[in-house]
């Protein structure tokens, strides 16, 4: 049942066999049983396990070929041994997600066996998830084979980015992260020691996916160097693709090949290959947590021209020291624009880039500085709000989206975490401006938008 | 009444005038009035204002000379001219706090006011911190010259961190951080355009200072390079001294000369100067309340080799990823933990450094993997809680408490922003771990403890 490089039916199964089903609470099987349950799956459903004739009032069938249907997923929760005989006695399967550990990342024993298990997907033409992965959380046609239960591990709701890892435990520490700055998301795919599909096939599907605007990958290692970097060319064209890669020296080395039994490259190369290939790459957890939340609301900017504009003389210096140290331009405004701003600004208040409103600043300060500061070019604009009433009102939240939207600029908040800013910071993420909570936080997200366009340019 | 270099009285002033008082709610030198009894300061406060005879029933001098006492803190609340009026009739005044703005941070005109202070508090032997500053927030001797309302910017309570800085709103972010995170201090100054008392002064006071354990400076500019350097040596034998060096580049720089009048100088020098003095220099705000959280609690440790133990796999590697990128030594462990720990370790793990305990992992995998691995020689430990229940229990945080007591060695502890990990966070926090929420977050922590001794050493 060879599907050739296409493995769109992992996102759009007509049925998912679960084998190795159980009754018992909290194993990971009965886990995913509810899981699907909870996510409303649309499809058919198949429990397997030759030890029971049904669960919870379902039938259960003694083996896979049993069923007289094609399994688009079967999804394997069984020692590491079985996942074999199970699989070669399989004949109605396209696709398996087999989240069972024992394999390569236990030594050479596991890694005859993952030997043993790639040769028998090629042969019977199955493709495989896996092993020692999550699988699929795919909130579009509501799949959820993550076997850790929602109690434990929140799952965000629809929107618009998509997550490829081969981490299992970074893909539920993004899911949490994605559900407390309430960010909706299509598809995360874990493939752990990836026998088979990877990062290349996944990246190939999401490419024409309309249900995914923002790519993440988490990365390790590289499935294919090849024709990952001709994927990714072809799907930064369409949308943004960021990338984490871990595993970057001496040690982080060490840890990933132990971790999914995956060796990690040498650096320098995936630099340049991530470079070529238009992707932003961005540094570790904090790097990716502040490009999908600015992705989640801004496209890419042409340019890398920031302007700064701060109620807090000292963070407004902390934010342009941050922007420059990561490659963004932080020009003086022009002696006609500082002109203009020193007739229209209340109050002691520098006139360069940041523009300091000081402590003093009331709403209109804001809106004129802005104004007047966009007369000179600026790819975007960083703003905070640090301080709060009495001055500044809430008023000032609609009133910066309007500045921004007549620019038609990225306008990126910063603010600290007093119990004001977390107030202002839920009004403005309301209004779909995104707020940051420290001066390097927001410097990052403003460096992938520009770091971006400019990739994808060359 | 010149007092020379020492500047003490600052910090345990019998008496505090307050110049420019007023009955009005909200006018900062009201503020002042109002924040000085909230802190419950003991010695004697005058107010200063010809408008009137008493203010809520307190009397009100018309002036400085009228008071038949020593002040030996004069707080001036003064349009920047009429500063320098009353300054020069000043005759029972050892140092002056001027909050005031509209000096050097304004142009010429102000820049020009500024050098006549300067040269006026030289003639008669006042002290001055200021202008355009808040002045001093001190939880020892309890005072508080800020002129924010509490109810806009909590104060932090009692502790050892002590802060210098020139951004008074960077003064008040640490103020809010502080109290966010449960952290005490002992003395904050903000110095502003610093005509007078400056960093050198202040750490030459806060190195005898009993009550200051930890030092963190916000820097734009030095005051005086060699003098800093020097005091700054003789303060890092005795506790570690922090420094964020802002205004770094070219944008830096201008923004930081407009804020408070200072030009910073070129960085590279300063880089030089911190390590020299033994400094821990930090970049920006997040290595800054990454730092104090560290120091809060741990002494610093003499080398910088650092064990991992996670219980996710990928974020054990980017810890280390981001511990080596800031110097630290993530080195593998010996064959003969190595076998140790396969024998101990229940589940799949891999036995490398970081130590994988898997998603899977029990309370005793932690103790166990800790036992054996500091069987090799480490300095500090860093250990990630990132899944909780089932398998783990709340008794894993007196678990890790007693390993770190037994082997005397700095553990920190890395979670992310689940429910579970704010619960066991707060547990963590209450038996003196230091939590952090990100991988990089952490390593910078690390490396605070690491970089410290080593310079101090040298």
Redo the contacts between chains.
């Keep these: 049942m060879s599907t050739g490089r296409d493995i769109s039916f992992f996102f759009n199964p007509q049925s998912i066999a679960i084998v190795g089903a159980s009754p018992r609470p909290?194993k990971p099987s009965q886990v995913i049983m509810e899981n699907l349950k909870r996510i409303g799956y649309p499809g058919a459903v198949y429990l397997v396990n030759p030890n029971y004739a049904s669960i919870n009032g379902v039938r259960c069938y003694r083996s896979l070929s049993e069923i007289e249907a094609v399994i688009d997923v079967a999804i394997f929760v069984l020692p590491a041994p079985l996942v074999m005989t199970v699989l070669e006695r399989a004949k109605n399967v396209r696709g398996a997600i087999i989240v069972s550990?024992?394999f390569k990342?236990?030594g050479s024993a596991g890694t005859a066996l993952e030997d043993e298990l790639s040769a028998l997907g090629a042969r019977k033409g199955i493709r495989i998830i896996g092993p020692n992965c999550m699988g699929i959380y795919d909130a579009v046609s509501r799949i959820d084979t993550f076997f850790?239960p929602e109690e434990?591990?929140?799952r965000p709701t629809r929107g618009g980015v998509s997550v490829l890892?081969?981490?299992?435990?970074?893909a539920e520490?993004i899911m949490?992260?994605l559900v407390?700055q309430d960010i909706g998301v299509a598809r995360i795919v874990s493939y752990g020691n990836r026998v088979d599909v990877g990062e290349s096939d996944c990246l190939e599907f999401l490419t024409n996916d309309a249900a995914t605007s923002v790519v993440v990958i988490?990365m390790?290692s590289v499935d294919d160097g090849k024709r990952f970097v001709e994927v990714a060319s072809r799907c930064t064209r369409k949308k943004p693709v960021v990338v984490?890669k871990?595993?970057?020296?001496?040690?982080?080395i060490?840890?990933?090949r132990?971790?999914?039994g995956a060796i990690s490259g040498r650096y320098e190369i995936y630099k340049a290959a991530f470079k070529k290939a238009g992707i932003i790459e961005v540094?570790?957890?904090?790097g990716l947590?502040d490009a999908i939340k600015v992705l989640n609301t801004y496209e890419l900017v042409a340019g890398k021209r920031v302007l700064?504009v701060t109620?807090?003389?000292?963070?407004?210096?902390?934010i342009?020291?941050?922007?420059?140290?990561l490659g963004l331009?932080?020009?003086?405004l022009s002696e006609e624009t500082r002109k203009r701003l020193s007739t229209r600004l209340i109050g002691?208040s520098?006139?360069?880039?940041?523009i300091?409103l000081?402590?003093s600043a009331i709403d209109s300060d804001y809106v004129n500085a802005l104004e007047e500061g966009l007369k000179d070019t600026f790819d975007l604009v960083i703003v905070t709000v640090?301080?709060?009433?009495?001055k500044i009102t809430e008023k000032l939240v609609d009133a910066l989206k309007a500045v921004r939207d007549r620019h038609n600029v990225p306008l990126l908040i910063c603010t600290?975490?007093?119990?004001?800013s977390r107030r202002i910071a839920a009004r403005f993420a309301e209004h779909g401006m995104p707020v940051f909570f420290?001066?390097?936080?927001v410097a990052r997200a403003a460096a992938v938008l520009a770091a971006g366009k400019r990739y994808a340019r060359s």
């Design positions: 909290g550990a024992g990342e236990t850790t434990r591990v929140k890892t081969q981490s299992g435990s970074f520490l949490v992260e407390s988490y390790e984490v871990v595993g970057k020296r001496e040690a982080g060490h840890a990933a132990s971790h999914t540094n570790g957890y904090e947590k700064i109620d807090g003389g000292g963070v407004g210096v902390n342009a020291d941050a922007c420059e140290d331009e932080v020009r003086e002691f520098s006139t360069g880039n940041p300091d000081t402590g640090l301080w709060g009433a009495p600290l975490s007093s119990e004001f420290t001066p390097e936080s």
